[in-house]
């Protein structure tokens, strides 16, 4: 299995949008076919200074900073403007009674990331998420992508071997007490459909992770 180890991204290769099809056009930047190449197809937004129109980019010119991808974080998006918060696209979530407690903490901490660290996650490939890789945060820096968890997974990073419980412990967004075993658990549901993406902190190795 192929392992894409960047700062912010230690998983498979088919964790993320690159393939290496012979049916995939060669790349539009360097006009090559012999690395890993995405298909842009208006679902994930790229940076890019050129002129010319980008139908395919490849992962070669990605770790050559050619170009660069918009990404949602947590509190926000970075674009190819710079960074723009939760709030400020979506008006209306100042008006929310939570604004302040939950959602206005995520956008200062957003905004008091170094633009070093923006710039190496805009360089970074997203991963394969139902509606679009959200990047979590923790320690004023983004979080690594390190997979798309199931059951045993959540057995092998849990301190106590208990899966459930770790499972609470670092999910982001809560989903009822019965939510692991339905979706995740050794007897799950047939019709569990749940993804859970996991990150881990690079600083203190907090590890977290979000369901859809």
């Known amino acids: 299995m192929d392992i894409l180890n960047l700062d912010y991204f230690n998983?498979?290769?088919?964790?993320?949008?690159?393939?290496?099809?012979?049916?995939?056009?060669?790349?539009?930047?360097?006009?090559?076919?012999?690395?890993h190449r995405l298909e842009l197809d208006g679902s994930i937004e790229i940076i890019y200074k050129g002129i010319e129109v980008i139908e395919t980019v490849c992962l070669n010119c990605l770790s050559e900073r050619k170009y660069g991808f918009e990404h949602q974080?947590?509190?926000?998006?970075?674009?190819?403007?710079?960074?723009?918060?939760?709030?400020?696209?979506?008006?209306?979530?100042?008006n929310s009674d939570d604004y302040s407690l939950l959602l206005q903490p995520k956008e200062e901490q957003l905004l008091t990331i170094e633009k070093s660290k923006m710039d190496n996650l805009i360089h970074t490939p997203p991963f394969n998420a139902y509606q679009g890789a959200r990047w979590l945060?923790?320690?004023?820096?983004?979080?690594?992508?390190i997979g798309t968890w199931e059951h045993d997974d959540f057995v092998?990073?849990?301190?106590?071997?208990?899966?459930?419980?770790?499972f609470n412990e670092i999910v982001d967004n809560w989903n009822g007490d019965d939510f692991y075993d339905k979706q995740f658990g050794p007897n799950k549901s047939k019709y569990a459909e749940s993804a859970f993406y996991a990150f881990e902190c690079l600083h203190c190795k907090q590890q977290r992770g979000y369901v859809e």
């Open 11 to 35: 998983s498979s290769i088919w964790d993320s949008p690159f393939e290496l099809n012979n049916d995939i056009a060669p790349c539009s930047i360097c006009k090559k076919d012999t690395s």
């Open 137 to 145: 945060i923790h320690c004023n820096d983004f979080m690594k992508f």
């Open 156 to 166: 092998k990073h849990s301190p106590n071997n208990n899966a459930k419980i770790f």
């Open 73 to 94: 974080v947590e509190g926000g998006f970075l674009t190819k403007d710079g960074i723009l918060t939760e709030s400020e696209k979506y008006k209306f979530l100042k």
